[in-house]
């Protein structure tokens, strides 16, 4: 999983569980941005101050995958989510347990939820529209930064 | 024909089109070589499944509008399904008029250039923003897109960090992170002023009446996530049956168009009274009925072939004058609009579009199919004369030791356009059957 | 395989008929007998690539007739390009049920010849020598309609004293029969383009192809620009290498 993400310039971290990654997301930039259910599982999430009084404003966002691909480095996340979208630096969760082979495993959660609005993310945004020279960071983060949990909640 | 001859011309007079296109476009079939070799040993079996989907999805399509039209309203959204481009620009601008003081944003398709949706709304006052950075800076240059996937691959750094000066007072910088920042912060204000966005669509699953984006940019989840309303409007041609299809399909389109393994952001839009669909049926349905047309609609607009044609590395999209160009392009182009018949002789038919593409349309021999119904006009009299004449054995020696035997000067002139750059026309004082002839005779003396 | 009927493309006919001879020397001394039909027309390749599908039809009903007379084991071509359109693309005619059946009989016996010697002629019989810097350029029908890529390549490393660089990417001259003349600039232009990569880094002295079609698209131009390189058929360059016992 970790080749396929840092394949996809993902910068990938292993975590035993949410408690440990406190310190870590503290050294992030601030305002935080943090998706809605993530609010409700992780009430500690308040202590990362200051929290964004408008998503615009936030530098760091933090949001829950819903699965990951092993093989591609790709996360699904909720669609709605402006954690993963507007702020320069895009914090995700991959609990160990979601990860899964392949990328007809992702299609096939995708068919089982055809109400939701899913999104499926490799890497931080990018441009290859200038000469075909790479850059990261086009109108989406900037950078994507993956956090394997061993345990989760 | 005068439109594609003229753009070909200055396409060919531009000095450094060539090395910006054939660059480019190298680039990637190389990346996308290493990927296949790397990363996809099943590469061809991805391919077979892929042109059957697609096949498939051409055969049902009028199925597939039903039963997509139902999944969208029996999930809450909006579908139109409209006939010609007229129809299309209208219902459009219908649904954004309560939003029209507002910039509209808007993501790539291909289907809005081919209707000219962003004029047509320009001209009623509304501010359409090109977000995708490709699209934005050839909107400053009040250009089309040369290319379908990398709409600004016939323009260098130079060319790009003048537009920005001279437009919106861009940095002096060629580098090109630097300048893609500035055309972050730009938009970002635009996508948040923004109350309605417009998408085109990758992919419409039938079942669900999801509306399937690929993109690397996030301007596309950024102009369908955060407007109040957003259209996605696309061609039929966009339809599959089920979400389980995307699986070749979601890996072939991005090593394809891209070189990439998966493109950075995939949204999947399920049905949603904030959104509406705009579905053009109209003549496309009717190709279908075309057995050049019902393989070219399996097209998923990689841009594959593009980038592989010797006649596009050189040209660009620009060098076709039309919207859709490249291989794909001069098949699709005089379905929809027969004032493009020439098209398809402007290609050596190689055959390295066929080699290429991921869903298995035999492009080059739909170039030909195209060229034997237009035949007639475009070639002059005298030479179907003489192709009808040379399949005569005596007519055919005859004819070519007439040819032989012509002075040098007189056959210089009729082959005018070879000789002016390629030197005189070859031709031997014997032929081989004279040669053979006497080597027999030769050898019965012996 | 005995009998061997030489298919004569127009162009060696009309200008490079040595590269017939050569190649039927080559067959003989490889222990073929080499028969040639002498009222062999033209493929029909021009008519049929520029559209003229029907008026193709003529000149396919002739080629079957004259080579099913010659009742030979093989039919080998100096063109990949009038190969695939026998082999090929004469199935696209509207061919009569006896038409379609000869051509059934014939197709699995047409050749081009790189495909043919190497595959049939006994190597071993046959001392190559030569002395150069050759670089191979692949037609675009040999490659991507007959499938043929190993087999120039083959009989080139039976070519002692040469070095045979490796070969960029494929890409297309710019002939492409009548295209060549009704788009010239571009034409030409898909020419040097292809030229200018061949050449890139690379200190070639002979220019290889097994078409005769992209011989002299590419020889033409190489003169009119003045490059030094020759540039030759497959066929003329293994003649010139066959040292004779």
Known sequence: MREALERVQAEVFSFADIPSIVNFLSSLPSPYLIAEELKSILPWTH??????????????????????????????VPGTDTASLLPETSVILLPKERIVDALDDLVLYVAQHAREHLVAISGPSRTADIEKTLVLGAHGPERLIVLLLDQYP | MNKTRHALERALCDPDLAGKVDRATGITLRKRETLIRDSYPDWESLRESASEIRSRSVALLPDLVRIFTASVEAGGGNITIVEDYDELCRVVEEILRPYRDRPIVKGKSMLTEETGLRDFLGMRGYEVVETDLGEFIIQLLDQSPSHITAPAIHLSRHDISRIFRERLGGPDTTDPQ??????????????????????????????????????????????????DVVISIAGVEK????????????????????????????????????????????????????????????????????????????????????????????????????????L?????????????????????RLLLELRSRS????????????????????????GTSIFRKLPNTIRRRLLGPWTRKRGTFPVSPESFREKWRRRKRERNHA | MKRIALFIPCLIDLSMPDTGLHMADLLEHAGFTVVCPENQTCCGQPAFNTGFREEGLPYARHFLEIFEREAVDAIVSPSGSCTAMVKIHYGELSLTQCERESWNRLRDHIYEFCEFFSEFAPLEQFTFQGAEKILFHDPCHLLRELGVEEAPRRLLARVAGIDLFPSPPARCCGFGGTFSVKYPDLSVKMTDTRLDELL?????????????????????????RGL???????????????VHE
């Open chain 1, 47 to 76: 202590t990362l101050r200051p929290p964004a009084l408008h998503p615009q404003e936030a530098r760091t966002g933090l949001s829950l995958a819903r699965l990951g691909v092993k093989t591609t480095g790709t996360l699904l």
């Open chain 2, 178 to 227: 630097i300048l893609t920042r500035f055309a972050r912060t730009v938009l970002r204000k635009k996508f948040l002023k923004a109350q309605a966005g417009i998408t085109g669509a990758n992919f419409l699953v039938a079942e669900s009446g999801t509306v399937v984006l690929l993109e690397n940019e996030a301007n596309i989840r950024l102009s369908s996530t955060l407007p």
């Open chain 2, 239 to 342: 339809l599959i049956e089920r979400t389980t299809n995307l699986s070749p399909l979601l890996k072939l389109l991005p090593a394809s168009a891209t070189a990439q393994i998966q493109n950075c952001y995939t949204s999947f839009l399920p049905p949603d009274p904030r959104r509406h669909i705009v579905l053009l049926a109209g003549k496309r349905m009717s190709l279908r009925e075309d057995p050049v047309g019902s393989e070219i609609l399996k097209c998923i607009r990689c841009g594959a072939c593009l980038n592989t044609c010797p006649v596009f590395r050189l040209v660009g999209g620009h060098g076709y004058g039309t919207v859709y160009s490249g291989p794909m392009g001069a098949i699709l182009t005089p379905l929809l609009s027969p004032e493009h018949r020439s």
């Open chain 2, 344 to 364: 398809p002789y402007m290609s050596s038919l190689c055959g390295a579009c066929t080699d290429i593409c991921p869903v298995h349309i035999p492009l080059h």
């Open chain 2, 375 to 398: 035949r007639k006009d475009f070639l002059s009299s005298s030479l179907f004369t003489l192709f009808r004449a040379g399949a005569n054995p005596r007519a055919y020696g005859m």
């Open chain 3, 200 to 224: 890139q880094n690379r200190d070639v002295d002979t220019l290889l192809t097994a078409d005769p079609s992209c011989l002299i698209q590419i020889r033409g131009r190489a003169r009119e």
């Open chain 3, 228 to 242: 030094s390189i020759q540039c030759e058929h497959i066929i003329d360059f293994l003649h010139r290498c066959w």
